[in-house]
T-cell receptor
């Protein structure tokens, strides 16, 4: 079974630029999550999708962050414009409906200069 | 906000010794999970313990849960250098607006050969 795929693995941008991350969850997993993990901290949930609908985006900075999952499979997370404090690892995870275990991708390491 | 708080923040032991990490949390939970993260990579699910369980084993891992004290511990027996990683506890709660997995700050475990 293929795991959660993410791209790119690394991205370096200057502040005020925009950036997008892509995630392909495990086949059949209805729930998809985006987390932000700042160095030395635990992951923080940004947004949760159930199929193509948003379940929880209460911690998403909506003035600069956006995410979509149009066909209920792949998802993209965008930051526009980026700030220095957005430097972090962005993790995508997926889970089967009704189960608590989440499966994580390798993450995208973002550095904002 | 972070729900779980791990203790200690860092732990260094010799190969063959046991490692114990503790986690405290603040609210009700449906289950508590432990994840491992190797340097700069995604998280891997280790073990899940339900709120009505007190102890669970998986290979060299032993997890306990005390819901009255809102605490959990992860014991790794006969540690190996390959166990070097960050370990995170995460509390899972299902609510009317969906479910959420909330991570703590993690314990950095170093196993010296």
């Amino acid at each position: 079974e293929a795991g959660v795929a993410q791209s790119p693995r690394y991205k370096i941008i200057e502040k005020r630029q925009s950036v997008a991350f892509w995630c392909n969850p495990i086949s059949g997993h209805a729930t998809l999550y985006w987390y932000q993990q700042i160095l030395g901290q635990g992951p923080k949930l940004l947004i949760q999708f159930q199929n193509n609908g948003v379940v929880d985006d209460s911690q998403l900075p909506k003035d600069r962050f956006s995410a979509e999952r149009l066909k209920g499979v792949d998802s993209t997370l965008k930051i526009q414009p980026a700030k220095l404090e957005d430097s972090a690892v962005y993790l995508c995870a997926s889970s089967s409906e009704g189960r608590g275990t989440q499966y994580f991708g390798p993450g995208t390491r973002l550095l904002v200069l | 906000s972070q729900q779980g708080e791990e203790d200690p923040q860092a732990l260094s032991i010799q190969e063959g010794e046991n490692a114990t990490m503790n986690c405290s949390y603040k609210t009700s939970i449906n289950n508590l999970q432990w994840y491992r993260q190797n340097s700069g990579r995604g998280l891997v699910h280790l073990i899940l313990i339900r709120s009505n369980e007190r102890e669970k084993h998986s290979g060299r891992l032993r997890v306990t849960l005390d819901t009255s004290k809102k605490s959990s511990s992860l014991l790794i027996t006969a540690s190996r250098a390959a166990d070097t990683a960050s370990y995170f506890c995460a509390t899972y709660l299902m609510g009317t607006s969906g479910s959420r997995l909330t991570f703590g700050e993690g314990t950095q475990l170093t196993v010296n050969p």
